[in-house]
C-alpha cells in the first residue's frame, strides 16, 4: 500500500538468478588473478622448453579462467533463468567450433591443393 491509499502489487518470479556475494566476488577475483599470474609466470620464465606444451598449458589455463569468470562473476549455472542461459552458452559454444573447424579445414585443404609444389616449380623454370 502507498502513502496516497493505493494498494500496489509486486510480483516476484521464482526463478531469479541470484547475486553473488562479497565472498563469491572474492574467490572469483583471486581465482582469475592466480589464473593469470601462472601462466604469465611459466611464459616469462621459460619454465617449459616445448612451445607446443607451453602453448596447451596456457590454454588449459584460459579456458579454466573462462570458467571461473562463468561462475563467479556471470553467475551461470543451469538453475538461472530456467536453464535458458546454459543453453545459449552451449549454442554459442557449438557455433564456434563448426566455424573455427570449418575455417581450419578450408584453410588446410586450399594450403594442400592450391600450392605449387617445389617440383612444379622447378618445371615452370
Do not use: C
Not at 611459466?42 to 606444451?53: G, I
Not at 557449438?94 to 612444379?120: E, F, K, R
Amino acid at each position: 500500500m502507498t502513502s496516497d491509499g493505493v494498494h500496489v502489487e509486486v510480483l516476484h518470479s521464482g526463478d531469479q538468478a541470484g547475486h553473488g556475494s562479497r565472498k563469491g566476488y572474492l574467490t572469483g577475483f583471486i581465482l582469475s588473478v592466480i589464473l593469470t599470474a601462472v601462466p604469465f609466470w611459466l611464459v616469462m620464465n621459460h619454465v617449459l622448453t616445448d612451445p607446443r606444451v607451453m602453448a596447451g598449458l596456457v590454454m588449459g589455463f584460459a579456458l579454466v579462467q573462462i570458467v571461473v569468470h562463468m561462475v563467479y562473476f556471470l553467475h551461470m549455472n543451469t538453475k538461472s533463468e530456467g536453464g535458458w542461459t546454459m543453453l545459449a552458452l552451449i549454442f554459442t559454444v557449438v557455433l564456434v567450433v563448426i566455424a573455427l573447424a570449418g575455417s581450419l579445414w578450408i584453410m588446410y585443404h586450399l594450403n594442400t591443393n592450391m600450392m605449387p609444389t617445389m617440383q612444379n616449380m622447378r618445371d615452370m623454370s
